[in-house]
């Protein structure tokens, strides 16, 4: 597994050559952030799915920042994040505004938006400001119990999955053998 991920990963001299990104060298060339074993590919998958949910373009800067701190593949933590797409970001959403519903107890069901009329438009503009601010706070709080939620089941799932590729392959090595 680890060397077809390497097939895909930029190496170093790639990096220290992009005049954008040679500010940042030592920060990017830290062995950590390109590291392939269990516990940073977990980790970078971790991130990913937990910065996926971050709005707009900012989800793989945020991605890029996790992956620094922690110490995780920072490739692997940019590539995570387009989970999210214009097909999967709003049942995501949805998902998460029930999970803030349930988290912040509000047993309301479901606002729906106040219809679009161009003939009152500063109405309608009025009226879509109070709608999002009620469904601000449980759409917050849900979206951060779920990214926290899937980042956790990313992590285990990929330790998983990597120990499960790693027995396979002992046991193949050792059938080989006798």
Same mark, same amino acid.
């Given at each position: 597994m680890r060397h077809y991920l390497k097939k895909y990963l930029p190496d170093h001299e790639t990096i220290r050559r992009n005049p954008w990104l040679r500010p940042f060298e030592s920060t990017l060339l830290h062995p950590r952030l390109w590291h392939l074993n269990r516990h940073s590919v977990a980790g970078g998958v971790a991130a990913g799915l937990f910065c996926g949910l971050?709005? +707009?373009? #900012?989800?793989? @800067? =945020? *991605? =890029?920042?996790? =992956?620094? /701190?922690?110490? /995780?593949?920072?490739? @692997? =933590?940019?590539? /995570? !994040?387009? %989970?999210?797409?214009? #097909? !999967?970001?709003?049942? @995501? %959403?949805?998902? *998460? %505004?029930? $999970?803030?519903? @349930?988290? !912040? +107890?509000?047993?309301?069901?479901?606002?729906?938006p106040p219809e679009f009329s161009l003939t009152d438009f500063v109405g309608w503009t009025e009226a879509m400001q109070a709608w999002m601010l009620v469904v *601000?706070?449980?759409? +917050?709080?849900? $979206?951060? /119990?779920? *990214?926290a939620g899937l980042a956790v089941i990313g992590y285990f799932a990929t330790k998983a999955v990597w120990r499960a590729h790693l027995i396979a392959a002992w046991r193949r090595r050792k059938a080989l053998r006798s």
């Amino acid at each position: 597994m680890r060397h077809y991920l390497k097939k895909y990963l930029p190496d170093h001299e790639t990096i220290r050559r992009n005049p954008w990104l040679r500010p940042f060298e030592s920060t990017l060339l830290h062995p950590r952030l390109w590291h392939l074993n269990r516990h940073s590919v977990a980790g970078g998958v971790a991130a990913g799915l937990f910065c996926g949910l971050i709005p +707009g373009p #900012l989800q793989m @800067l =945020a *991605a =890029a920042i996790c =992956a620094v /701190v922690f110490r /995780v593949n920072l490739p @692997l =933590a940019l590539l /995570v !994040t387009v %989970y999210t797409n214009p #097909l !999967t970001i709003v049942p @995501l %959403y949805l998902l *998460a %505004y029930q $999970l803030g519903r @349930l988290a !912040t +107890g509000q047993s309301n069901g479901f606002i729906a938006p106040p219809e679009f009329s161009l003939t009152d438009f500063v109405g309608w503009t009025e009226a879509m400001q109070a709608w999002m601010l009620v469904v *601000a706070k449980p759409l +917050g709080v849900g $979206l951060v /119990v779920l *990214a926290a939620g899937l980042a956790v089941i990313g992590y285990f799932a990929t330790k998983a999955v990597w120990r499960a590729h790693l027995i396979a392959a002992w046991r193949r090595r050792k059938a080989l053998r006798s």
